[in-house]
Each structure stands twice: as structure tokens, then as C-alpha cells.
């Protein structure tokens, strides 16, 4: 168990809809990464939260957005769903200081079926 | 463009058969090199950080080195346990982690 919960565990829905997947870090850490992880595109880094503040980003459509609470939790919203979106959704989190080059600790994920 | 590179994609062994698997990165500038392991439907679990060439980390039957263009994971005597997909990420630049799209494994008894 690294410390990192996500829930829905699993998420069913339809084209076009709307979903919001949440993520709680380990005790302590202030960074949270999202990625997602297709069967032809391996783990893909989508974006980075560091206190509550975007830090980083990489291959997250326009369609999906992200937020850090002030508790540290972070939640990513994917809208008008395609059924590409299909994936396992991961969110990582790493020590207090947030700089690169640290150890990220995975969550369970969550698998998303859009029909 | 960043890209992290893995070898074999399939390994197949037998109980006690040792091995490595590799991982060739092409940036230059790397801020770290880790190995996570990965079950089916689960999230990576992290094994090994690498930062400079000649490092080298060890943990039960596993042994991560790193050389300025590339790192092996190697298995040693390894145990149908140690089944798994291995993967490969650099860290630089402005990106967290690129990921390699991995290593499955399959041990057999």
C-alpha cells in the first residue's frame, strides 16, 4: 500500500458525459500527478499540482482539468467523453518539496469505461 | 524529444534463470531514473531511483545500474512472484516522469 487512494475504484458511462476522479496524497506530500495509462500508449504524464498551484503539464486535452484543494486532495474532471478516454487513470504523489527528479509513489487507479 | 526505450518487451523465464532487462533513455540532463514494477490492473509500485552514472541499488533478488545512456534491471534467481510488467521512467527537464512502456515478465515454475 503506497499511502495513495483513489476512488472510484471503477467508473462506467456514456459518450459525451462528464466524470470527476479523485485522488488523496500520502501523508506529507505536497505534489500530485495525474496519468493516464491506454493499452497502445503505456503511462502518459497528463498534469502536476504542487500545493495547490500547476506546476507542470504534459499530454492533457483541452477536455480534461484538474484542481488541488487546500487539503491537498485533488480531483481530475474529463468532459464530453469519448470512448478513447478508456483508460486507467493514476495519481501519484511525491515528498514535500515538490522538485523533479523525486520518488513518485503510486495510487490504485481508477479504470474509466466511456460506452 | 524525450523517449525511454525498453528491451526485451516479453522476457520469459524459468525459476532461477537470471537476467536483465533494459531501459536506453536520450536526454541529457537527467534528474533521475526509476524502475517501478506493475501487476495487472494495479498502480506501479516503486522500487529504485538512480541519479548518476555508476550507481547501482539492490533490493531481494533485483539490482538496478545506470550508465550515462542506459539502466538494467537485473533479476536474479528470480521466482514466479517476480512476474510482473517492469517499467523504465526518466525524469528532466520541465516533465515529472516520461515512462518506458515496459518489460512484461513471466517466471515459470
Known amino acids: 500500500d503506497s499511502g495513495v487512494t483513489q476512488t472510484p475504484k471503477h467508473l462506467i458511462t456514456a459518450t459525451g458525459q462528464r466524470v470527476t476522479l479523485r485522488c488523496s496524497p500520502r501523508s506529507g506530500d505536497l505534489s500530485v500527478y495525474w496519468y493516464q495509462q491506454s493499452l497502445d500508449q503505456g503511462l502518459q504524464f497528463l498534469i502536476q499540482y504542487y500545493n495547490g498551484e500547476e506546476r507542470a503539464k504534459g499530454n492533457i486535452l483541452e477536455r480534461f482539468s484538474a484542481q488541488q484543494f487546500p487539503d491537498l486532495h485533488s480531483e481530475l474532471n474529463l468532459s464530453s467523453l469519448e470512448l478513447g478516454d478508456s483508460a486507467l487513470y493514476f495519481c501519484?504523489?511525491?515528498?514535500?518539496?515538490?522538485?523533479?527528479?523525486?520518488?513518485?509513489?503510486f495510487g490504485p487507479g481508477t479504470r474509466l469505461l466511456v460506452l | 524529444e524525450d523517449q525511454v526505450t525498453q528491451s526485451p518487451e516479453a522476457l520469459r523465464l524459468q525459476e532461477g534463470e537470471s537476467s536483465s532487462l533494459n531501459c536506453s533513455y536520450t536526454v541529457s540532463g537527467l534528474r533521475g531514473l526509476f524502475w517501478y514494477r506493475q501487476d495487472p490492473g494495479k498502480g506501479p509500485e516503486f522500487l529504485f531511483t538512480l541519479y548518476s552514472a555508476g550507481e547501482e541499488k539492490e533490493k531481494e533478488r533485483l539490482k538496478a545500474t545506470l550508465t550515462k545512456k542506459e539502466s538494467f534491471l537485473h533479476i536474479t534467481a528470480p521466482k514466479p512472484e517476480d512476474s510482473a510488467t517492469y517499467l523504465c521512467?526518466?525524469?528532466?527537464?520541465?516533465?515529472?516522469?516520461?515512462f518506458g512502456k515496459g518489460t512484461r515478465l513471466s517466471v515459470i515454475a
Open positions: 501519484a504523489s511525491s515528498v514535500a518539496r515538490g522538485r523533479l527528479g523525486e520518488t513518485q509513489y
Open positions: 521512467a526518466e525524469c528532466s527537464g520541465n516533465t515529472p516522469l516520461v
